[in-house]
């Protein structure tokens, strides 16, 4: 069975651009979160999909927006791209209790 | 405000010791806790996890004890190996919408 995909695994892009980062979740989750690891920081939580709805997002400006497609995967914008954005962007799955999560992308902003 | 909190930032250990990775939490509404082991530029991959009901899970090598008066739950590894060296983050969720929070992360290091 096919884990969390991400893609792609390395982005680099000038301030002030848009950057889309996108992920499949494992096959049969519904439910797809989004976190940011910047340095020297933990996971923070910045939004959460499931079936095709946003439901919560975490402290971060509007300028992070996201959606979820039919087929569960998901898809996270980022604009107006500023050089604190760049961090580890990580996506996870989940059926129940446990979030499985990808390899993440790393968005480097300069 | 940081609802989980791993106060120790590293820990070094010698291999076949035991490992000790402590996390406490603020939150009463956390039911669910979850260990994440991470390696450098890759995602966490989920380790073990324990309801609130129970206050101990065994998986292998593996143990977490969860002490729900204290608010505190701790990680064991016993023993030790090389290949565990890596950043162990501590998870926490509740019912109703089970986005796991996370503590910073501890990086762990098992000296041969």
């Known amino acids: 069975e096919a884990g969390v995909t991400q893609s792609p695994t390395h982005l680099i892009k000038t301030r002030g651009q848009q950057a889309t980062l996108r992920c499949s979740p494992i096959s049969g989750h519904t439910s797809v979160y989004w976190y940011q690891q910047a340095l020297g920081l933990g996971l923070q939580f910045l939004l959460w999909?499931?079936?095709?709805?946003?439901?919560n997002r975490g402290n971060f400006p509007p300028r992070f927006s996201g959606r979820q497609f039919p087929n569960y995967s998901s898809e996270l914008n980022v604009n107006a791209l500023e050089l604190e954005d760049s961090a580890l962007y990580l996506c996870?799955?989940?059926?129940?209790?446990?979030?499985?999560f990808g390899q993440g992308t790393r968005l480097t902003v300069v | 405000d940081q609802q989980v909190k791993q106060n120790s930032p590293s820990l070094s250990v010698q291999e076949g010791r035991i490992s000790i990775l402590n996390c406490d939490y603020t939150n009463s509404m956390f039911d669910y806790f979850l260990w994440y082991k991470k390696y450098p530029a890759e995602g966490p991959t989920f380790l073990i996890s324990?309801?609130?009901?129970?206050d101990k899970n065994e998986d292998g090598r593996f143990t977490v004890f969860l002490n729900k008066s204290a608010k505190h739950l701790s990680l064991h590894i016993v023993p030790s190996q090389p290949g565990d060296s890596a950043v162990y983050f501590c998870a926490a969720n509740g019912v109703g919408s089970y986005i796991p929070t996370f503590g910073r992360g501890t990086s762990l290091i098992v000296h041969p």
């Open positions: 999909y499931d079936e095709g709805e946003e439901r």
């Open positions: 324990i309801s609130s009901i129970k």
């Open positions: 996870a799955s989940r059926p129940d209790r446990v979030a499985f």
